[in-house]
Every structure is written in C-alpha cells, then in structure tokens.
C-alpha cells in the first residue's frame, strides 16, 4: 500500500519534471522556428564595404549577403501591398518590397500626397539593421495613372497603333519622371502579353499581337524608363509581364469562378510558345530589362508560377537573365496545396520575390521552416536574394539621392507629348465621303453625342486612380474629346452636345455629326466579355445623331476592336481612338488635319465571333476579318 502510495507519488514527480522539461524543449524549438533565427546574428562593421559606392556591385552583394540572417534575407523575397504592412514592419522584417495596387492611393492623392507616403516607407527600410532600402512599386501602364493630376498617356493598344518607338521611349521616360518625383521606383510596366481573343480584358493592356511589334515597343519603353538620370543611377526599374504566354489562353478555361479567359490555360505547344510568345521577352532581356513578372496563366495544367522548365531552366538558364523574377498578385498561392506548400513549389521553381500580397508574416515562418526542413535549400534563397539586392545596387538604391518635385514645366512638356502619342495612335478605318478633316476656315455647326465624348474617365480606361477606372470629369487638368474638339475648332465652330443624341426639336438637319462612343473602363478579368460591341445607350444615339445629321462620324473608344459588321455600313467615317487618356484635343488635331492619320491597327479587327481567336493574323474560322492587322486609311 505505502508502496503504492509512493510509487505514484514519485510518479508524479517524475511525470511533471519529464512534462515540465518536454514543455521547455517544445517552446525553445517554437522559438527558434518562429522568432529567432538559429543562427547568430552577424555582428556589422562600422564601414562595411556594401556602403561604398565605388566597389563593384557583386562585390557589395556578396558583402552584404555575408551580414543577413536566414529571415531577412526571405524579408527581402517578400513584395507587400501597401495597405497590408505597417510602416514599422518595413524595418521590422526588412521587407524588400511594397506596392500600390491599383487605386491603393494616399489619403491625399496628389503628387505631394504619394510622396510622403513612399518616403514613409522607405525610411523605415532605411532603419532596418542593414539599411536595405525597399523598391516602391505602381503599375503605371498609361503612366503615374493612380495620381490625381497625373499625365495619362494613351493605353499601350493605342501606342501599338502608332507603331513609333521613339515616341514609345519618350514617353517611358515622361512616365519615369513622374514616378521617381514620387519616391516610385518601380513600375510593372510594359506588358508584353499577345491577345489573341480580344474578349479578353486585357487586350489594351497589349501593344499587339505581333511578336515583332511588342518586342520593338517593349524594348523601348523599358529603355526609356530605366533610363539613367544625373546622378548615374537608374531612375525606374521596368518589368516585363506577363511570362509566359499570356493572351494565348483559351475562352472559358479561367481558373477563376469570376472570369473566362483571364487567368486561364495557354494550350500551345513548346515550339509556339518560344516562336511567338518568347520572342518580345528576348527583345527585353536585350534591352536589359532587370525584373520579369510572372503571368497568372496556366501552360496547360501548371501555373505559371511553379513553371520549372520555363522559369529557371530557359529563362534564367538558357537566356542567361540575372535579375529577378517576380510573381504576380496573390498568383504563388493559386499554386495548389496550400499556402507552405505553394510556396515551397514557387520557390524552387525560381520564383526571387513573391507579390503576396498580403500576409508577410506567415510567409516568412513558412519558408523559415521549409529552409529549416531541407525542402528549400539554401542555395535557392541566396540565388533569390542575390539576384534582388544584385537590381538594387545596379540601379542605384543604395545611393540614391531624392529627386525633386516634379515642375510644372516637366508636367507640361509630358502633357505635350502625351497629345502626339493621340494624334499618333488613331486609325482611320473609314471616309466614305471624304468628310475628314474637318474644316475650321468657315463658320459651322457640328452636333456630338456619345457617352465617351465629354468624359474622361471613359477615354482613360481602367489603371487610372481606382483600378477599374473611373466615371466623369474630375480628374484635374485632363481635357475631353469634346473639350479638345472645341478648343482646336475655334471660334468658327459651334458644338451642340447632347449624350444620348436628342436635340432640340425643330431646327434643322445639319451636315456633319459625331458620336464617340465606345467601353466604359474595366480591368483585367471583368472586362472578360463574350460578345464585345456598343451599348444599346450609344447605338441609340447614333440613330438619333443619323436623324438629324446627314453625314455621321463615328469615334470608337475602345481598349479592343468592337464587334460593329452589322453597323459600319450605316456610318460614313469610322476613327479609333483607343484609350487615349488625359489629353483629348489630341483626337481634334488629327479630324481637324494639324496632323494626318498615320496609326495603324496593331490587330486584326474580326468581322463576328465565329473568327476567334485569330492566332497570327488567321481567323479560327478562316474567313478574313473586317480589317487586317496594320489596316489604316492615310
Ligand atoms: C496584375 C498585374 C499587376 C499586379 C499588381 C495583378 O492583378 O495581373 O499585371 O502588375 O496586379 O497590381
């Protein structure tokens, strides 16, 4: 009994002791996992030679890799979105990027406003033990389009029609200029994407679907953004998006419930992949592009993040890139089997830096462990990390001076620029009566009408403060098409507008009319649409319009070729304006002959729906489209 009564007293004991003991075991590994990095904290000289600007930038990289733990350097591998991090945590876990999505504007959205929010960021990055300061990142596809008071320059399908890549450069450069005086240094811009169903809503984002084309284009925008400022560093870091095979994706094979062809299956074989879809990313490495951004397509069953072959064997092996490779919004996690297993697979697959692009801290304690437990070895993070620190030494972050405020003139000057990238861009695809130009010399009346004639939000297209765009005439110093139509027509001319073309009744039947109509903005998959064409609203007002206007001209604007066969013979001059951002009176020089059409459609333009997709110029059907590629009247 008094056996038994001590046995399991010191039973007792000993199960506690052995618990208590276990308990301390599991929590110092919890720890160590979790908060602390296993391995000692490097201790860093006073003068450490990745400071100085005069050592070569391997030699800095090396040096300064030589100092960082295993969680800062996986720090570094993480892109953020602005509204998911706290300005403290940037120093905290030394992130090595973050980015406005979109619409992720400041409180104040101004350049001022941008402005202080990036430095925000970036001091904190500059307060991290090593001081590895954080690339900023927008997508500026039509420019600093998120800015109030910004430049929108025409989107990329309209710079595709002007086929001018010195034109392209500038503008690069204008669109650099307006980023770095906001403390941005990098932009997820040019696309290099080649749609091939322009049901997709991203066909605008594109130059063309013709590899030659987007390769001249993308080059230049990348050369004119990282183009070097005064103090021998580069002013932007470019990316050429989407890799790989973007705009090759099948109708209704999107992995997204919410769209159709967006985020789908490229079905191509490897032979078409690198003829056409490589080809503009080979132009891009040749301009020395630093950052490649990874599509979120599939290439037949596998997304494009966890692409092996594509993304480390050809791109970084047998193209020889040495920059990073970055993946695209929340696009590692759409890899399936969880977040640690996703990205462990993104991870070896040569994915450098992950657009999470929310949640940081669990993806440092995720890769942390999978580091820990051998399923991503060291090797891979330090390649990763050495390719980012690598772009950031070479374009001069390190030593970066700020840049002043944009001035007015700049602004001007860009503004300038962007009404000859207009003028540039537009196609003429119809002038049956010879009605244009139009002439100013002698007194006139004109009526308009169309939802896109006096709204700016419609000519921009989406990417412009929010990201779908927005609706009206409120963003400062923008001018409409009926704005610019007024202002180059002068006093000879007067405009009668009315948006859904009714006039007041009994006055007589004029001569000429314009409608410009087109798409109201949308972005990426919601602007997936299966049967693209007017609006009932804009195809009454040109009836309208026809009722009281003998000759009509027709104004598209539009981020793709609209479905029109059964309309165009009722129409007597048919231009296309794109998306031509900001500065409307761009569309007036040319119908007013300041300047001659000389754009050309960068795609084909289908008759009907049974001709899609057109791959390489060939209907799916094979009967010719309503207009060839290059087609434009001069
Ligand atoms: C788009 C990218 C863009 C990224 C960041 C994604 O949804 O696919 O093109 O760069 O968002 O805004």
């Known amino acids: 009994m008094s056996k038994n009564i001590f046995s399991r007293f010191y039973c007792n004991r000993v199960c506690v002791v052995i618990g208590g003991l276990a308990l301390i075991l599991i929590m110092i590994l919890f720890f160590d996992t979790y908060f602390f990095s296993s391995e000692k904290i490097p201790s860093l000289p006073d003068d450490p030679l990745y400071k100085d600007p005069q050592a070569s930038v391997e030699d ?16 570094q591998m993480a892109l953020v979105e602005n509204k998911s991090v706290v300005v403290e945590d940037v120093r905290k876990y030394a992130l090595g990027a973050i980015l406005s999505g979109s619409g992720s504007n400041p409180e104040q959205n101004s350049f001022e406003g941008w402005r202080s929010m990036v430095q925000g960021f970036t001091s904190s990055s500059h307060e991290s033990r090593l001081g590895i300061p954080i690339l900023y990142g927008v997508d500026a596809i039509h420019g600093h389009g998120n800015v109030l008071g910004a430049t929108l320059f025409p989107h990329a399908i309209g710079l595709g029609a002007s086929g001018n890549e010195s034109l392209v450069y500038e503008l690069a450069e204008a669109t650099g200029e307006e980023l770095i005086s906001t403390g941005v240094t990098w932009s997820y811009s040019p696309t290099l994407d080649m749609p091939e169903d322009v049901r997709w809503g991203r066909t605008y984002e594109s130059f063309s679907d013709d590899p030659v084309l987007v390769g001249r284009l993308g080059a230049a925008y990348i050369q004119g953004v990282q183009v070097a400022n005064e103090h021998g560093t580069s002013k932007v870091l470019a990316t050429a998006k989407h890799f790989l095979g973007a705009g090759g994706m099948q109708w209704n094979t999107s992995s997204n419930k919410n769209f159709s062809i967006d985020q789908g299956a490229t079905p191509v074989d490897e032979t078409k992949l690198r003829n056409t879809y490589l080809l503009p990313f080979k132009d891009a490495l040749d301009a020395d592009v630093h950052t490649v951004m990874v599509g979120l397509n599939s290439w037949g069953e596998t997304k494009l993040a966890a692409e092996h072959y594509l993304l480390t064997d050809l791109l970084k092996g047998e193209l020889g890139f040495e ?17 640690y297993r996703a990205a462990v697979t993104a991870i070896r697959a040569g994915v450098d830096m992950v657009m999470l692009p929310f949640d940081y801290k669990s993806f440092i304690g995720n890769v942390h462990r999978a580091v820990q437990q051998g399923e991503i070895p060291m090797e891979r993070i330090d390649d990763a990390v050495r390719r980012i620190l690598r772009v950031k030494f070479a374009m001069g972050l390190f030593d970066a001076t700020s840049t002043p405020p944009l001035s007015d003139e700049d602004l001007f000057e860009h503004k300038t620029l962007a009404r000859q990238a207009v003028r540039e861009s537009l196609v003429l695809l119809k002038n049956s009566e010879g009605l244009l130009p139009l002439d100013r010399s002698a007194s006139s009346t004109i009526r308009v009408t169309g939802s896109a004639a006096n709204n700016v939000g419609i000519q921009a297209g989406a990417w412009t403060v929010a990201w779908q765009g927005v609706d009206g005439n409120w963003i400062p110093k923008a001018t409409t098409i009926l704005q610019g139509l007024q202002e180059v027509a002068g006093p000879n001319v007067t405009f009668e507008f009315s948006e859904d073309g009714t006039y007041e009744e009994g006055n007589p039947v004029i001569d000429v009319g314009i409608a410009v109509v087109g798409e109201k903005p949308y972005a990426e998959g919601w602007g997936d649409n299966p049967y693209p064409t007017l609006s009932e609203v804009d195809i009454r007002a040109i009836e309208n319009l026809k009722k009281v206007c003998v000759r009509v001209i027709v104004i598209l604007v539009t981020g793709r070729p609209l479905l029109i066969s059964d309309a165009i013979d009722d129409w007597d001059t048919v231009v296309v304006t794109w998306l031509p951002g900001s500065e409307g009176a761009g569309v007036a020089d040319v119908l007013y002959g300041v300047q001659p059409f000389t754009g050309s459609l960068p795609l084909p333009w289908p008759a009907h729906i049974g001709q899609l997709p057109v791959v390489g110029g060939k209907t799916k059907d094979g009967t010719p489209p309503l207009f060839p590629r290059y087609f434009g009247l001069r």
């Open 60 to 75: 800095r990289v090396t040096d300064l890799m030589s100092y960082m733990t295993l969680d800062e350097k996986i720090g």
């Open 323 to 339: 920059g990073f490779v970055v993946s695209d919004w929340y696009g590692v996690y759409e890899i399936p089997g969880g977040e």
